[in-house]
């Protein structure tokens, strides 16, 4: 009764709808992906997406939410004290006046999605099981160090002043450069002219990331405040001028509005606000959004091309340039108005250069720690597990070579004209009988 007391039920019940949502947005990132990479690896990308539940999951209950926010050591990483979170009291409420536990199923959420969101640069090429142990290695040294620097307390970076409300650098900096440094190991596509498989997937993907984008951002006030109504208000503007935005840049670039386009554009202005969401005024999102897809639409159209980096579905064009704007815009347009909590206003609402320069030196020490230890960890694991499929299997697809699972009828037809074992299927009967994808008599 006494810790029934103690929460706010309103706020507690706000919490756990927040964290549905933002697990929602998962299988929306799929779908966003699964359309728009081609047919031949449309399951090995959605399942790179949605399997990072199971591996997140139980990892943030084993020690990620212990070595997030549990303890200090020299404000870089907590300790483990409570091995699956046992001895944890799950009931007593936080500071905010919401249960443990449901804090920490809401931030679970976010270590499920976070991983998902690089997947995309690397679809197509990459093995199965090297992008599971890299999932795990990168979660353990990366994710859970970033989250106690920034969002902790006792983090570094916190206590340097950097403001991050929802997730700009601990989440989409963090996964863009995981994105490039990984897209730099991989080298390029063999084939990078393909056509995407589902169009109307992207844009179902889009509305579920942008529906979850909500339990993302006015989830992270942790109640029904103002703050939850400024981040809700801000996410929906702030998504709208950079949807506007990239429309206009395709019929000024191209001649005519693209769907493809249009949904990048909108996933832009959602990563720019993250950080700035619960800070800024609508003007300061409406510049925020703009900002985010001038930015992203010029990487990804003029700059991307030079580097001679493979970046398949633009993860890091997207989330990381989106969100790097995003951080160091906040330390112009965060607003005291908005946010009496902050300790310095931005530059455009009377603060001063301090938290421009805090928010510029706390995204350029992300950037360099997210690459640093991007690279030490490819570097070690592909000494024992290759990172890259065959071409041979690059060139049939992920589907077949990794899961053996086609996405329809039309690519099972294909796999029947160029695989051995349809080739000769009665000296395949044995033992290989279900790698034959056609159906057989006994199975009707």
Same mark, same amino acid.
């Given at each position: 009764?006494?810790?029934? /007391?103690? #929460?706010?039920? /309103?706020?507690?019940?706000?919490?756990?709808?927040?964290?549905?949502? *933002?697990?929602?947005?998962?299988?929306?990132?799929?779908?966003?992906?699964?359309?728009?990479?081609?047919?031949?690896?449309?399951?090995?990308?959605?399942?790179? *997406?949605?399997?990072?539940?199971?591996?997140?999951?139980?990892?943030?209950?084993? $020690?990620?939410?212990?070595?997030?926010?549990?303890?200090?050591?020299?404000?870089?990483?907590?300790?483990?004290?409570?091995?699956?979170?046992?001895?944890?009291?799950?009931?007593?409420?936080?500071?905010?006046?919401?249960?443990?536990?449901?804090?920490?199923?809401?931030?679970? #959420?976010?270590?499920?999605?976070?991983?998902?969101?690089?997947?995309?640069?690397?679809?197509?090429?990459?093995?199965?099981?090297?992008?599971?142990?890299?999932?795990?290695?990168?979660?353990? &040294?990366? %994710?859970?160090?970033?989250?106690?620097?920034?969002?902790?307390?006792?983090?570094?970076?916190?206590?340097?002043?950097?403001?991050?409300?929802?997730?700009?650098?601990?989440?989409?900096?963090?996964?863009?450069?995981?994105?490039?440094?990984?897209?730099? @190991?991989?080298?390029?596509? +063999?084939?990078?002219?393909?056509?995407?498989?589902?169009?109307?997937?992207?844009?179902?993907?889009? /509305?579920?990331?942008?529906?979850?984008?909500?339990?993302?951002?006015?989830?992270?006030?942790?109640?029904?405040?103002?703050?939850? #109504?400024?981040?809700?208000?801000?996410?929906?503007?702030?998504? /709208?001028?950079?949807?506007?935005?990239?429309?206009?840049?395709?019929?000024?670039?191209?001649?005519?509005?693209?769907?493809?386009?249009?949904?990048?554009? +909108?996933?832009?202005? &959602?990563?720019?606000?993250?950080? +700035?969401?619960?800070?800024?005024?609508?003007?300061?999102?409406?510049?925020?959004?703009?900002?985010?897809?001038? +930015?992203?639409?010029? @990487?990804?159209?003029?700059?991307?091309?030079? &580097?001679?980096?493979?970046?398949?579905?633009?993860?890091?064009?997207?989330?990381?340039?989106?969100?790097?704007?995003?951080?160091?815009?906040?330390?112009?347009?965060?607003?005291?108005? $908005?946010?009496?909590?902050?300790?310095?206003?931005?530059?455009?609402?009377?603060?001063?250069?301090?938290?421009?320069?805090?928010?510029?030196?706390?995204?350029?020490?992300?950037?360099?720690?997210?690459?640093?230890?991007?690279?030490?960890?490819?570097?070690?694991?592909?000494?024992?597990?290759?990172?890259?499929?065959?071409?041979?299997?690059?060139?049939?697809?992920?589907? %077949?070579?990794?899961?053996?699972?086609?996405?329809?009828?039309? *690519?099972?037809?294909?796999?029947?004209?160029?695989?051995?074992?349809?080739?000769?299927?009665?000296?395949?009967?044995?033992?290989?009988?279900?790698?034959?994808?056609?159906?057989?008599?006994?199975?009707?």
């Amino acid at each position: 009764m006494n810790e029934v /007391a103690q #929460m706010n039920l /309103a706020d507690t019940g706000f919490v756990i709808i927040a964290s549905v949502l *933002v697990w929602f947005m998962t299988p929306g990132l799929a779908f966003f992906y699964g359309g728009l990479v081609s047919k031949r690896n449309v399951i090995n990308t959605m399942l790179s *997406v949605f399997y990072i539940t199971g591996i997140a999951i139980l990892l943030w209950v084993a $020690v990620g939410y212990e070595l997030s926010f549990n303890g200090n050591l020299f404000g870089v990483i907590g300790q483990v004290q409570h091995l699956f979170l046992s001895g944890v009291s799950l009931g007593t409420a936080t500071v905010a006046r919401i249960p443990t536990g449901v804090y920490i199923l809401f931030q679970m #959420m976010f270590a499920i999605i976070t991983p998902a969101l690089f997947v995309g640069a690397v679809v197509g090429r990459m093995h199965f099981k090297f992008l599971t142990w890299f999932i795990v290695l990168w979660s353990l &040294l990366v %994710y859970y160090p970033l989250v106690h620097l920034i969002w902790s307390p006792d983090g570094l970076l916190a206590g340097l002043g950097v403001l991050d409300f929802a997730g700009g650098t601990v989440i989409h900096i963090n996964a863009g450069i995981t994105a490039l440094t990984l897209s730099a @190991f991989l080298g390029r596509r +063999a084939d990078e002219h393909t056509v995407p498989y589902n169009r109307p997937w992207v844009l179902l993907g889009t /509305a579920i990331l942008w529906i979850g984008w909500y339990g993302f951002n006015a989830g992270s006030a942790l109640g029904v405040n103002q703050a939850a #109504m400024t981040a809700a208000l801000t996410t929906s503007v702030g998504a /709208a001028a950079a949807l506007v935005t990239w429309m206009i840049l395709d019929i000024w670039q191209t001649g005519h509005p693209t769907l493809i386009g249009t949904c990048t554009g +909108a996933l832009c202005g &959602l990563v720019g606000i993250t950080p +700035a969401t619960g800070y800024v005024t609508s003007f300061g999102a409406v510049c925020i959004g703009v900002a985010s897809t001038l +930015a992203s639409y010029w @990487f990804i159209s003029k700059i991307k091309p030079r &580097l001679g980096i493979d970046d398949t579905l633009d993860a890091f064009g997207c989330h990381g340039v989106s969100g790097i704007v995003g951080s160091v815009l906040t330390g112009v347009f965060a607003s005291k108005t $908005v946010a009496p909590g902050i300790a310095h206003a931005g530059l455009a609402y009377g603060g001063g250069w301090h938290l421009l320069l805090i928010q510029l030196a706390g995204t350029i020490i992300v950037i360099a720690l997210v690459a640093a230890m991007v690279t030490i960890i490819t570097s070690i694991l592909t000494q024992f597990v290759a990172i890259r499929v065959s071409p041979a299997a690059e060139k049939m697809g992920l589907d %077949y070579s990794e899961h053996a699972e086609p996405v329809d009828e039309e *690519v099972a037809a294909s796999w029947e004209q160029h695989t051995p074992v349809s080739s000769f299927p009665d000296e395949f009967k044995g033992q290989l009988h279900g790698f034959d994808p056609r159906p057989h008599q006994n199975d009707q």
